[in-house]
């Protein structure tokens, strides 16, 4: 028994790089083992097998495959198991992976909340800042209009520059910014209007009106509410400038000694003095009808431009004279000869049509001019101490 076992240990690598083609052609045939693998003779004894001394052992087939099927079946189930420990040792890895990824991003979404946190804090604390700076300090106004601030600064700056002032008129609870023409015919001029260049929308309701719009470097209308607070200053008269430059750059100008308005509960209403200038005196026209002196302020949400219920205005009727003058506000008077605040139809701007400023009285060869730009402004004239 030993000795078989050894024969087939000996024997296994030989069969198992033989083809298979040559184990399969035979199942009979047994294979033939040399005599150089038997144990050496005992002394006395006879060699088996014959004089020639040499011992041959055959290993039947069926057991030649039977043992090489048990060794692929156990290369296939050692590769079975390594593919097994590789799949569980990758799932691992890509768990592993995955979890630090999402220890990574947890991370950083705890940074990116407190960041936002620390802005929203920040942005809190601006804007308590600038509450407490406009609330608690309140804002230092440089006088009570444009004249009493020159009569101020005069004496101690050489040269007052035009510009933004924040002016606090008598008898007001409030300040606000105007824009101050100091290098103008004298300068003390505070601007109640201007038109520059079409870009501020005019067509505006009541309340626009009455707080003021635009931007006080620019095209603006400084608001109804604040040019009566200044105007009804006690002991203090204002006169009223208009200068009008025309499309062709031809400068003119209308002046009213005396300029007042009426409060809000009376719209507004408009009080000129005595007209001095060039370019005609458009306020009050020609005859009644057409002046517009003392008349209440209208918009196209107020109506107070005495058509009741129409004017007829040449061969038109018309019902609204801020409907008429495209949604505008003005000292209307069955409409009358001025809108310094007019604005064009749409298809009128479309094409390059700038402004739409009427100021009837100014004319060439018998036809108004067509006025590109226009600033109204005020300054104090009387004051009894």
Request: aromatic residues 8%.
């Amino acid at each position: 028994m030993m000795w078989t076992t050894t024969v087939l240990l000996m024997v296994l690598p030989h069969l198992l790089s033989s083809t298979t083609t040559g184990i399969s052609t035979d199942f009979n045939q047994s294979v033939t083992v040399s005599d150089d693998f038997s144990d050496p003779p005992v002394k006395g004894q006879k060699p088996l097998g014959g004089s020639k001394g040499r011992e041959t052992c055959s290993i039947p087939c069926d057991v030649t495959v039977k043992l090489l099927r048990d060794e692929k079946h156990s290369v296939c189930g050692q590769l079975q198991q390594s593919l097994l420990a590789f799949g569980r040792s990758t799932r691992k890895l890509i768990r592993d992976v995955m979890e630090e990824q999402q220890r990574a991003l947890d991370a950083l979404s705890t940074q990116v909340t407190e960041l936002m946190t620390k802005v929203q804090m920040l942005s809190s604390e601006v804007q308590r800042s600038n509450t407490e700076m406009y609330t608690v300090k309140p804002v230092q106004s440089h006088g009570r209009d444009c004249s009493d601030i020159k009569d101020n600064l005069e004496s101690v700056v050489p040269k007052i520059p035009s510009g933004i002032y924040i002016v606090h008129p008598e008898n007001t609870d409030s300040s606000f910014e105007v824009f101050c023409e100091m290098d103008y015919m004298g300068g003390g001029w505070t601007v109640i209007q201007r038109r520059t260049d079409g870009l501020t929308d005019f067509k505006r309701p009541w309340s626009d009106y009455t707080d003021g719009f635009g931007h006080l470097a620019g095209e603006h209308w400084l608001g109804l509410k604040k040019v009566f607070h200044i105007v009804n200053q006690k002991d203090t008269r204002f006169q009223l400038h208009i200068a009008l430059v025309s499309n062709d750059d031809v400068i003119s100008y209308a002046s009213y000694d005396d300029f007042r308005l009426d409060s809000e509960t009376q719209f507004f209403s408009i009080h000129l003095g005595r007209y001095a200038g060039s370019a005609g005196d458009a306020f009050r026209g020609y005859d009644q009808e057409q002046n517009q002196d003392t008349a209440p302020f209208s918009a196209s949400d107020v109506d107070n431009d005495g058509c009741n219920p129409f004017c007829s205005i040449g061969n038109r009727t018309v019902e609204s004279c801020s409907t008429q003058h495209n949604q505008t506000g003005w000292w209307f008077n069955q409409c009358g000869l001025a809108n310094l605040n007019g604005s064009p139809e749409d298809e009128e701007q479309n094409q390059g049509q700038r402004t739409h400023i009427l100021w009837d009285t100014w004319r060439q060869n018998g036809v108004a001019r067509t006025i590109k730009s226009v600033t109204m402004k005020i300054r104090r004239i009387v004051t009894n101490n």
